[in-house]
């Protein structure tokens, strides 16, 4: 499934949960100003309300690029709509409550609420939608380059840049995926696919083992010469 479509489907779910779950679920954050430990949201509501957008909420946080490892999807989730879904809808106790304790003239506390969680998700969703559309078109163009420029002799061999090409549609990955699954920056991948540079051994020993495990056989990548000087990375 694409980006794209995940997300879109994500955000119809989001907006499927019932109304009155904007009222009965809310998330809490409490942070006591000089703890080394970093504050995590906690969710509360009903159990069966707290279980449906929990699902979700882990699902989607699940397909952000470069999760760190060991993460608690859901304070991950929570934590990204706080910093940007705005209160824009929300109106009054439902929206987001900051309250910042003081003593002495001295911040000691910090204590968030936030409420409607379902329609800010779905919000969200569609935001992080129109993102990998814009993406998916960006990677067609250099499918599209790389396929009229890699091979114009249909009886060449295929180029370095040409075979991770065909290797990524093979796998049917975006180009956002390619590099999630190698630890690449999306840069360095298109570089890579646009033949702009020839990567290092070691880099293709990362496609081929990535490649290898999706296509469940193994996979060799010929470094081609380049016909340019060209950057290796």
């Known amino acids: 499934m694409s980006d794209s479509a995940f997300w879109r489907r994500l955000a119809d779910k989001f907006r499927a949960l019932p109304r009155e779950y904007a009222a009965i679920l809310h998330a809490e954050k409490y942070v006591v100003l000089g703890e080394t430990e970093k504050a995590k949201w906690r969710l509360s509501g009903h159990v069966g309300p707290k279980a ?54 001295v911040r000691k506390s910090i204590n968030s609420i936030m409420y409607n969680l379902p329609r800010r998700s ?49 796998c049917n990955w975006t180009i956002e995926v390619l590099a999630r699954k190698t630890g690449f920056d999306e840069k360095t991948v298109k570089r890579h696919l646009s033949g702009n540079a020839m990567p290092r051994l070691g880099n293709l020993a990362i496609y081929q083992q990535a490649f290898s495990k999706v296509l469940n056989r193994q996979i060799l990548i010929d470094k081609t010469p380049p016909k340019r000087p060209l950057n290796v990375r």
């Open 122 to 170: 779905a919000d969200y969703c569609k935001v992080m939608e129109a993102e990998s559309v814009q993406r998916e078109f960006d990677d067609s163009l250099v499918v599209k380059h790389v396929l009229v420029s890699a091979v114009p002799d249909p009886l060449a061999p295929l180029t370095t840049a040409g075979q991770i090409q065909k290797l990524r549609l093979e």
């Open 52 to 105: 449906e957008f929990e699902a979700l909420a882990r699902r989607g946080a699940r397909r952000f690029p470069k999760t760190p490892v060991a993460t608690d999807l859901l304070n991950l989730w929570i934590e990204t709509l706080f910093q940007k879904v705005p209160d824009s809808k929300d109106q009054g106790f439902f929206g987001t409550n900051i309250f910042d304790y003081q003593a002495e003239g």
